[in-house]
């Protein structure tokens, strides 16, 4: 039986590190969880994507794994999450438009019970620290 602790989500830091060097690789394959794919993870990876390796890489991903969306909810709490964050920390707007995928992609695996792997520290312990993404599994590699 699958229960939402067993999923798991990696953040597009995890996979940009993967595809750049083979960083991570053997953590990635030794993972237990069921492995599910943001739709923001996605969109990030396939706006960076270049090389054929990593085109086809991205098609695999989305063939071979359940994509998880954020619901209207998460989009709503985002946008009160950011505005926190902006008046708390006085962030620019183009910080914020940057944090605006990071918080969604935190959002969606909260609102699913996944755990979130990154290795963006910084921004999911930020995210983490607020109310609306209260209860975020955030493991950091």
Same mark, same amino acid.
């Given at each position: 039986?699958?229960?939402? !602790? ?31 794919? !943001? ?15 990593? *085109? ?6 989305? %063939?071979?794994?359940?994509? *998880?969306?954020?619901? %209207? ?13 902006? %008046? ?6 183009? %910080? *914020? ?6 918080? +969604?992609?935190? +959002? ?17 312990? +930020? ?10 599994? +955030?493991?950091?590699?």
């Amino acid at each position: 039986m699958v229960t939402l !602790s067993s999923l798991v989500i990696l953040d597009t830091s995890i996979f940009v590190d993967y595809l750049r060097n083979a960083r991570h690789e053997d953590r990635i394959d030794s993972l237990t969880g069921l492995m599910r794919t !943001s739709s923001v993870v996605l969109a990030e990876l396939w706006r960076g994507a270049s090389q054929p390796s990593e *085109l086809a890489y991205l098609r695999a991903l989305e %063939k071979n794994h359940p994509i *998880l969306v954020p619901t %209207k909810q998460n989009w709503m709490n985002s946008g009160e999450l950011l505005r926190q964050v902006r %008046k708390d920390r006085g962030f620019a707007p183009e %910080k *914020l438009r940057n944090l605006h995928f990071d918080v +969604l992609i935190a +959002l969606t695996a909260r609102s699913h019970g996944a755990r979130l792997v990154t290795s963006d520290r910084a921004d999911f312990e +930020l995210i983490a620290s607020y109310r609306a993404a209260r209860g975020l599994n +955030l493991e950091i590699w």
